[in-house]
């Protein structure tokens, strides 16, 4: 089981930006992603990172706004999110993976989450 420990979340203004870290316990050849979720909402996929740097997912509220990177070295992903809406509020979770795909059951391991707000 890999521990995930996701930071960086806060409270931002329409239109600013947040950078959200989250840091594995140990590397393996594994998909790290981002997925959200708002209160009374189902879980989101957001974006997702292959091992391989570069090969990435984005869903369609992310692309143009939102950039995922990841430092194997370092076991960790990111995620730049700029223009940020309000309806992007919610939390967003840090999750590993065998399989690099935009679906959650597909994760094996989960972060705690960390809360973005914007307000208008």
């Known amino acids: 089981q890999v521990h995930l420990v996701e930071s960086g979340g806060g409270l931002v203004q329409a239109g600013g930006s947040l950078r959200l870290s989250?840091?594995?316990s140990s590397g393996s050849n594994y998909a790290m992603a981002w997925f959200r979720q708002a209160p009374g909402k189902e879980r989101e996929f957001v974006a997702a990172e292959s091992w391989h740097p570069g090969d990435t997912l984005y869903s369609?509220?992310?692309?143009?706004?939102?950039?995922?990177?990841?430092d194997n070295g370092q076991n960790a992903v990111y995620l730049q999110m700029r223009s940020l809406r309000p309806e992007d509020t919610a939390v967003y979770y840090c999750a590993v993976g065998r399989?690099?795909?935009?679906?959650?059951?597909m994760y094996d391991d989960w972060g705690q989450g960390?809360?973005?707000?914007v307000s208008s």
């Open 22 to 24: 989250c840091v594995a």
């Open 114 to 117: 960390t809360q973005v707000t």
């Open 60 to 70: 369609d509220f992310a692309k143009g706004r939102f950039t995922i990177s990841r």
């Open 99 to 105: 399989v690099f795909l935009p679906t959650a059951n």
